[in-house]
């Protein structure tokens, strides 16, 4: 039995005990989490190519052993404003679903933080801000001690198509201002 | 243990569909009344082969079908029977029925069964019309006494030990035997091992074959034709009064006075596994001899989809082993130098490492070689495709072929079949004139249709040229004002006239025929080439004909690129469509309307394109004196590139950005470079496509732009 395997049939026993596991980072002092088995892996910052004419948190393509990984900036997608990368910045290795396919994609966070068993129960719907702020993405609100943890759905997170609808988003926001 | 055929029957499928293709092609170079002994035994043999495979997996209908068409080609082949214009005709569409067949059998589906009888039928009428017309002419007997007639030839049949392991049947071939004339045939078993020691694989058995009745050597030689290099065989003429008794051996108990029976039962120890699946009337077996016909159900009830393969010449896997061998030994050279040491091995350890990079380039090369078919592949087909048309159309073409040998990749090759196939159905269609009209223009009623193919750079070009009509321009140009397309006749030149053609839904034809017309191809012709990074020019004379030329990649996985810095990135540019590179004379630099820039190459002016303004990025220099231009070409424009620094060539192996992320504009995809990072792929297609629409936008915004500023 190989590791994936392992992992699926942990994450049965997981859902029968309606718990499922999350891996944490933070941005920006928030904490943010996702589901665990997405996760590919965890890597350190490495310089990646920038794509000319892309969103400025699209930081580029990366070589991930001979794969082209496109590389996404978390803080810069949720206009949290940039941070110098260092030692620390760290890649975290996703894989998500896209139509047929399932596509490999990386994310830069400020560093990873914990991971967490969550009941389904205790995850809370993201309180509906209007029209101003995308929270399609946001899964749910969990709560762990005195900590709130936004759980995302990296798959509405990271599709392509939804990209471009935040580009306009962003770019409204600057003509308010 | 018994032998799975089902494992063969792949291999069965794939030479029988070639031998299809061999009769097909042989069948139209077979010209009405010159019967060519050589492509008749071509035709043969590929039928018989056919013939005997089907036979061996049980195929009968196939067997019996391919029957009727040996007998029909053999009457051919011995001058019995005129080569017809109805006759080739009919054995065009038995290829086609055959082909359906083995198509049906591949796919585990049914196939027309009565349009399989039907071919079947005229095959037969055919055969017994030229029995009546010719009621004297011997028939091949099948007789099943053996006759004494005045000459005859003894055959010493010993065949090699692995002689079954390579598919052939002794009992396929004393059939064969058995249809040329009468036979009698003894098995010579001296040499057959203890039960215990015996191979059911090998052969241990000979024969000694006599045939009686006038039959001439070549026609045995043939029915052992496949076998020549598997067994010792010896052909013996019979004089008149030779009695049989003389060969007959002391060991030969067992007689068979119709070679249709199988070989008797000591052979069947040895042999059944193979045989029996092939035998239509299988004698009954000793108890101990295992049951065959389960891998054939098995055979049949596999999933049988097309599987992607290749074949291989032999010499490129041989050339292949030769170099992962060099390379291993450059490998554990290598090792040798790592396990201790120093400095003064340094030498050496480049000496190593130049080889190691030699030997990866050679074998990437090869193993790119692989991929590479003959564009014979592809060009085959249109053969059969000419006269087809040319026979509906009612026009005379020749069709020369040149350049078959010539190579490209496997994926290439199958994209560019379809708008071949369509290119040619043009130039037959609406190109090549009627006998009629081609006499009163004053040319050979015989149209001329040439396919070429060559290298050319990195690009091969496939020309499809015919001296017909060529394109009517006027008529172009009238359908075009008819449809909207275009305003006034004045504003159209050659390229916007070749343009035109290829527009989706553009058609001159005046009748819309089921071959063209329909507007519906030339659209799809170009497409697909563009998504093969190739393009397609079209030259043609009015009255003298019209050359299309397609020019595309070798390859898709690898191409050779110019490695160019701009600012801290550094992109690819395919070389294929580099012209040349140049330092810029500022004096040669010309301004156009402000905004765009044009450079004097000798006496061309090329728009620049400067590539940071396209990519955003910011350059280590605006200046053109301190920057280089790099010339390229697309869709047959040229344009200057300025960037900042030349880097060198190197052969890229072509990512996709898709997989991944997303398509973006500008480039085709991207690659890793020697330092693993990433660099990307200029599509210089899409680069110019850019560079207009943002020079359109900003001249828009300039436009806007200053009501901003004064606010």
């Not at chain 1, 969990?142 to 990296?154: E, Q």
């Not at chain 2, 040996?70 to 086609?96: F, I, K, N, W, Y």
């Amino acid at each position: 039995m190989d590791a994936a395997q392992l992992l699926g049939a942990e994450r049965i026993i997981e859902n029968q005990n309606g718990n499922d596991q999350y891996l944490t980072f933070m941005l920006a002092g928030e904490e943010y989490g996702v589901d665990i088995l997405r996760v590919q892996e965890i890597k350190g910052w490495d310089s990646a190519t920038r794509i000319p004419n892309t969103p400025s948190y699209v930081q580029g393509v990366m070589n991930l052993r001979g794969t082209i990984v496109p590389i996404i900036d978390l803080r810069m997608r949720f206009n949290l404003g940039k941070l110098e990368y260092g030692p620390t910045t760290v890649v975290v290795v996703l894989k998500v679903d896209a139509q047929d396919k399932t596509r490999t994609i990386g994310v830069v966070v400020d560093g990873v933080s914990d991971v967490y068993s969550l009941n389904k129960d205790g995850l809370k719907p993201a309180p509906d801000f209007g029209n101003d702020i995308n929270t399609d993405f946001v899964r749910g609100l969990a709560t762990i001690g005195d900590k709130m943890v936004i759980i995302l759905d990296i798959n509405k997170l990271l599709n392509t198509n939804d990209m471009n609808v935040l580009i306009n988003l962003s770019t409204k926001e600057h003509k308010v201002q | 243990m018994s032998i799975d055929l089902s494992q063969f029957k792949q291999t069965f499928i794939e030479e029988s569909l070639e031998g299809l293709d061999v009769m097909e092609s042989s069948l139209l170079n077979l010209g009405e009344g010159t019967a060519n002994l050589e492509v008749i035994n071509n035709i043969f043999r590929a039928a018989h082969s056919i013939k005997g495979g089907s036979g061996t997996f049980g195929f009968n209908d196939i067997a019996q079908f391919t029957h009727v068409l040996e007998t029909l080609l053999d009457q051919m082949r011995s001058g019995e029977r005129p080569v017809t214009q109805h006759a080739v005709e009919l054995l065009l569409a038995s290829v086609d029925c055959l082909r359906m067949m083995i198509d049906s059998i591949r796919d585990s589906t049914n196939y027309d069964t009565e349009h399989a009888s039907n071919v079947k039928q005229q095959l037969e009428s055919l055969l017994e019309n030229r029995d009546q017309q010719q009621p004297a002419a011997p028939k091949s007997p099948v007789s099943t006494t053996v006759v004494q007639s005045p000459s005859g030839w003894l055959i010493k049949f010993s065949p090699h030990v692995h002689m079954l392991k390579t598919g052939n049947d002794p009992v396929l071939m004393f059939r064969e035997l058995s249809n040329v004339a009468a036979v009698e045939i003894k098995a010579d078993y001296s040499d057959l091992l203890d039960f215990s020691d015996l191979n059911p694989e090998d052969c241990y058995l000979r024969w000694e074959i006599r045939l009686t009745g006038e039959v001439e050597e070549t026609a045995i030689k043939d029915v052992f034709a496949w076998v020549a290099d598997e067994c010792d065989l010896e052909i013996i003429p019979l004089q008149r009064n030779e009695p049989s008794s003389q060969i007959a051996s002391d060991n030969a108990d067992v007689q068979h006075k119709q070679a249709v029976t199988h070989p008797e039962p000591v052979a069947v120890q040895a042999e059944d596994k193979s045989h029996a699946a092939a035998n239509e009337n299988p004698v009954p077996l000793p108890a101990n001899a295992p049951k065959i016909t389960a891998p054939v159900a098995v055979a049949n009830s596999a999933a049988n989809k097309e599987a992607a393969s290749i074949r291989v010449a032999i010499d490129k896997v041989d050339q292949l082993i030769n170099m992962v061998g060099e390379l291993v030994i450059t490998q554990s050279m290598l090792s040798q130098l790592g396990d201790d040491f120093d400095m003064e091995k340094l030498e050496k350890l480049r000496n190593g490492l130049a080889q190691l990079e030699r030997n990866t380039r050679e074998l990437q090369e090869n193993v790119m070689r692989i991929r590479m078919l003959p564009i014979s592949y592809s060009f085959n087909r249109f053969p059969r495709l000419v006269h087809d048309i040319s026979q509906k159309l009612g026009k005379k073409v020749e069709l020369k072929l040149s350049g078959e040998g010539t190579e490209l990749d496997k994926t290439v090759m199958e994209k560019i079949g379809d708008p071949l196939v369509h290119l040619v159905r043009n130039a037959l269609d609406h190109g090549i004139e009627s006998p009629e009209m081609r006499v009163k223009a004053g040319k050979n009623e015989v149209g001329l249709l040439q396919l070429n193919a060559y290298h050319k750079g990195g690009n091969i070009i496939i020309e499809i040229a015919d001296d017909g009509a060529g394109i009517n321009k006027s008529k172009v140009i009238n359908k075009a004002l008819q449809k909207g397309i275009i305003n006034s006749a004045t504003e159209v030149d050659e390229d916007k006239i070749h343009e035109l053609i290829f527009r989706p839904g553009f058609s001159t034809a005046d009748a819309v025929s089921d071959l063209s017309g329909r507007g519906v191809g030339m659209d799809v012709v170009k497409k697909n080439i563009k998504e093969l990074g190739g393009s397609i020019v079209i030259s043609s004379t009015e009255g003298k004909g019209s050359v299309f030329s397609i020019r595309l990649p070798l390859t898709l996985a690898i191409l050779d690129g110019q490695l160019v810095r701009v600012g801290d990135e550094v992109y690819i540019i395919p070389l294929i469509s580099v012209v040349e590179s140049l330092q810029i004379k500022k004096s040669l630099v010309n301004q156009l309307a402000g905004k765009s820039e044009l450079y004097r190459l000798r006496d061309e002016y090329i728009p620049v394109i400067r590539l940071y303004e396209i990519f955003n990025i910011t350059p280590k220099t605006t200046e053109f004196e301190e920057g280089l231009l790099i010339v390229v070409e697309s869709d047959g424009k040229k344009v200057g590139l300025f960037v900042d620094d030349l880097l060198g060539q190197q052969q890229v192996v072509i990512k996709g950005l898709e997989t991944n992320y997303k398509r973006v504009e500008g480039f085709s995809g991207a690659t890793i470079l020697g330092d693993g990072t990433v660099a990307l792929i200029m599509d210089i297609s899409g680069v110019i496509a850019m560079s207009k629409s943002i020079k359109k936008h900003s001249q828009s915004e300039n436009a806007s732009g200053s009501k901003d500023a004064a606010a």
